[in-house]
C-alpha cells in the first residue's frame, strides 16, 4: 500500500510539473532549430565584430552564445515533444486515478500490513 502511495506522489508531481511549465508557455511562440541557429550565427558575428582586436573578450562572448545556442535548442526540443509529454501525462494520471478508485481503502481498524521477512541464505 505504500508503495502505491509513492507512486500516487510521483505522478501528481509529474503531472503538476508538467502542467505548470505548458501554462506558462503557452504565451510565447514556439521555437525552432533554425531560429536558434540563426540567432547563435548573428551572435557569434556581433562577438567578432565588438571584440576583433581582444581575443579574452571574443572568447567570453562566444561562450554566452554557445550558452544561449544551448538553452534555445533545448526549449526548441521540449516545444517539438511538447503534445506527446502532455498527452503521456494525461493518460498516466488517468490510468493511475482508476487503479486507485478500484482500490479499497483501509479503515482506520485495519491491521497494519505483515513486515516481510528476509530471505535466509
Given at each position: 500500500m505504500i508503495a502505491l502511495r509513492n507512486i500516487m506522489l510521483v505522478a501528481v508531481a509529474c503531472a503538476a510539473v508538467i502542467g505548470?511549465?505548458?501554462?506558462?508557455?503557452?504565451?510565447?511562440?514556439?521555437?525552432s532549430a533554425e531560429n536558434c541557429r540563426l540567432e547563435h550565427e548573428t551572435c557569434r558575428a556581433d562577438c567578432e565584430r565588438k571584440h576583433f582586436n581582444d581575443e579574452a573578450k571574443r572568447?567570453?562572448?562566444?561562450?554566452?552564445?554557445?550558452?544561449?545556442?544551448?538553452?534555445?535548442?533545448?526549449?526548441?526540443?521540449?516545444?517539438?515533444?511538447?503534445?506527446?509529454?502532455?498527452?503521456?501525462a494525461r493518460k498516466t494520471k488517468k490510468f493511475l486515478e482508476d487503479l486507485l478508485k478500484d482500490m479499497p481503502v483501509p479503515g482506520k481498524d485495519a491491521p497494519p500490513p505483515k513486515p516481510k521477512k528476509p530471505e535466509s541464505i
Open positions: 505548470v511549465p505548458a501554462a506558462a508557455e503557452e504565451k510565447q511562440p514556439p521555437v572568447a567570453a562572448c562566444l561562450s554566452v552564445c554557445s550558452a544561449r545556442y544551448a538553452a534555445c535548442d533545448a526549449k526548441a526540443a521540449y516545444d517539438k515533444a511538447r503534445p506527446w509529454l502532455e498527452d503521456t
